[in-house]
């Protein structure tokens, strides 16, 4: 089991930027893979981006250049930096963890609200 919590969501104007964290509940260290998704009202839940425990990145192709995802293990928390932030980013923006030991599952936080204003 992890909990997961996630905080920095708000309202900024275009070509702003916001950090997002994602602090787990355990070592992130045994968690395989961390990421941030988004989901904007009427919308499927999308990634934005991933890090592996080894350090691997993963993009959408909509963020690259502006967002970068990285994570602290001492502090057992994954860090979102957005900049160059645009009015299409405005969603629910959550916090993932999949571990694939005895079998895949994944854990979500609450999602924070991140609102770009034009």
């Known amino acids: 089991q992890v909990q997961l919590v996630e905080s920095g969501g708000g309202l900024v104007q275009a070509g702003g930027s916001l950090r997002l964290s994602c602090a787990a509940s355990?070592?992130?260290?045994?968690?395989?893979?961390m990421g941030w998704f988004r989901q904007a009202p009427g919308k499927q839940r999308d990634l934005v981006a991933a890090?592996?425990?080894?350090?691997?990145?993963n993009y959408a192709d909509s963020v690259k250049g502006r967002f970068t995802v990285s994570r602290d293990n001492a502090k057992n928390t994954v860090y979102l930096q957005m900049n160059s932030l645009k009015p299409e980013d405005t969603a629910v923006y959550y916090c993932?963890?999949?571990?694939?030991?005895?079998?895949?599952?994944?854990?979500w936080g609450q999602g924070t609200q991140v609102t770009v204003a034009s």
């Open positions: 993932n963890a999949l571990i694939r030991l005895f079998g895949p599952r994944n854990y």
């Open positions: 890090i592996t425990n080894g350090g691997s990145t």
């Open positions: 355990r070592n992130i260290g045994s968690i395989d893979t």
